[in-house]
């Protein structure tokens, strides 16, 4: 089963009108995402809490890291470079951060407010090898800047 971006981005749409708190915006994000795809592993948000650093927020799935700096792994990627990670393979990713070592692939993209500020990122963790695809990258980068970019 693939996600049914549409419909995904229809319900998130109807659950966030109107919120503007940014933690009750992430855990509907991730709780919707989460729950879209046999794929999502673990799906959530680490937030920008300070310079050069990321701490967990809402998410769904097993334990995550509870901090990461912009310098490692493959959010920090994302922080760093506010560019989409798209790692078919985490262990052939230099300064992987192996948070759960049952993750193989990983989808990481930058999230962005109206005023064009890095809150966060949002990463995707799957236990099969290249689980996601272009499409998965550009139809959540639709509904993130839908969510938090109003």
Avoid at 61 to 76: A, D, E, K, T
Avoid at 91 to 99: E, L, Q, S
Avoid at 113 to 120: P, Q, V
Wanted: hydrophobic share 40%; proline share 5%.
């Amino acid at each position: 089963m693939q996600v049914d971006y549409q419909t995904l981005s229809r319900t998130i749409d109807s659950l966030t009108d109107g919120e503007t708190d940014e933690i009750a915006l992430m855990a509907t994000v991730a709780c919707e995402v989460h729950h879209s795809d046999p794929r999502f592993d673990w799906t959530g948000f680490y937030r920008v809490t300070e310079p050069e650093l990321l701490k967990i927020g809402p998410y769904q799935g097993g334990h995550g890291c509870l901090q990461i700096p912009f310098s490692r792994g493959v959010c920090g990627a994302a922080a760093r470079s506010g560019q989409v990670q798209l790692v078919a393979d985490v262990d052939a990713f230099p300064g992987h951060i192996a948070c759960a070592s049952s993750t193989r692939s990983e989808l990481v993209l930058p999230v962005w407010n109206a005023a064009g500020d890095l809150i966060a990122v949002f990463d995707i963790d799957s236990d099969k090898p290249a689980a996601f695809t272009e499409t998965d990258a550009e139809k959540l980068a639709a509904i993130l800047a839908a969510v938090f970019q109003r």
